[in-house]
C-alpha cells in the first residue's frame, strides 16, 4: 500500500532575485511499513523534502499525493486539518512545549483533535509506555535528558495515530546510547505496530539501521537502494 507519493517535485527559493534550486524533479514512492532513511550532504535538498512531503513547506512544482489525497491541492485549512490527522513529526530541536509535561505534551494533539480526556488519558499512558519514560510523565521538557525529551517527541507523533511519522535529524543532539535506545524504539514500532518512518539524517548510525536508503545529491535522487 503507497502511503506517499512524489511526483516531479521542485522547489526553488529566491525565484525573481537570485533562484536556490532545492529540489529537482524528485519522483519517490513510499509504502506503509518502510524504515526509509533519506540521505545526502548538507544543501542536498533532505530537510525541504521532508517539509514538503509533510505539508510544511510548498513545492514550486509537481504533486504530493499522500494516503490518496494530493496535498498540494487543498486549501491552507484543510491542510492543517490533514496533518493534524495523518502525519506524525519528530524535530532535532524536539520542539516540545515547555510548560506542559511529558504526558501534557503527548495528549496536547489529541486535545486539539476533540478526543475524549479519558481516552487521551489511556493512550498517554500506552505511548509513555511503549517509548519507555512512564515514570517521567510529570515532568516537564527542562527536567529531562535529550534522549528523554526526544522520546517524548516520538510518543507525541505517534499520538495522533498517524498514517507515518517524518523525523527530521531526530538522533543530531542524541549521544549513542541515547540514538541507540531511540532507533531501538522506532524499530519496535515499525515492525510490531507496522509503523512507516521516514528520516532525513546525516547519521550513519541511522542509515545503517534502516532498510531502505534514498540519496540526494543537488535537489536529485542519485541513488535508492532497498536492503
Do not use: C
Not at 29 to 42: D, H, L, N, Q, Y
Not at 120 to 126: A, I, L
Not at 130 to 157: C, F, H, N, T
Not at 176 to 189: E, G, H, N, Y
Amino acid at each position: 500500500m503507497t502511503v506517499i507519493e512524489t511526483k516531479g517535485i521542485t522547489k526553488v527559493y529566491n525565484p525573481k532575485k537570485v533562484p536556490v534550486h532545492a529540489l529537482r524533479g524528485v519522483d519517490l514512492t513510499i509504502r506503509k511499513g518502510e524504515f526509509t532513511a533519506i540521505v545526502g550532504p548538507s544543501g542536498s535538498g533532505k530537510t525541504t523534502l521532508l517539509n514538503i512531503i509533510g505539508g510544511l513547506d510548498q513545492a514550486s512544482s509537481g504533486v504530493v499525493i499522500v494516503d490518496g489525497v494530493d496535498i498540494t491541492r487543498i486549501s491552507d485549512n484543510k491542510l492543517i486539518d490533514f496533518r493534524k490527522e495523518k502525519i506524525g513529526f519528530v524535530f532535532q530541536a524536539y520542539n516540545l512545549i515547555p510548560v506542559l509535561t511529558a504526558a501534557e505534551n503527548v495528549e496536547f494533539i489529541m486535545l486539539l483533535q476533540g478526543i475524549s480526556k479519558d481516552k487521551r488519558q489511556k493512550r498517554v499512558v500506552e505511548l509513555l509506555k511503549s517509548v519507555g519514560i512512564e515514570d517521567q510523565a510529570d515532568k516537564r521538557p527542562s527536567k529531562l535528558s535529550g534522549g528523554q525529551q526526544q522520546r517524548v517527541a516520538v510518543a507525541r507523533a505517534l499520538a495522533s495515530k498517524p498514517s507515518f511519522v517524518l523525523a527530521d535529524e531526530p538522533t543530531a543532539n542524541l549521544d549513542s546510547k541515547s540514538t541507540a535506545q531511540l532507533l531501538d524504539i522506532m524499530a519496535k514500532l515499525n515492525q510490531e505496530e507496522g509503523m512507516t518512518f521516514i528520516f532525513s539524517t546525516h547519521d550513519q548510525r541511522v542509515i545503517d539501521r534502516a532498510r531502505r536508503v534514498v540519496t540526494l545529491e543537488d535537489g536529485m535522487i542519485i541513488s535508492d537502494v532497498t536492503r
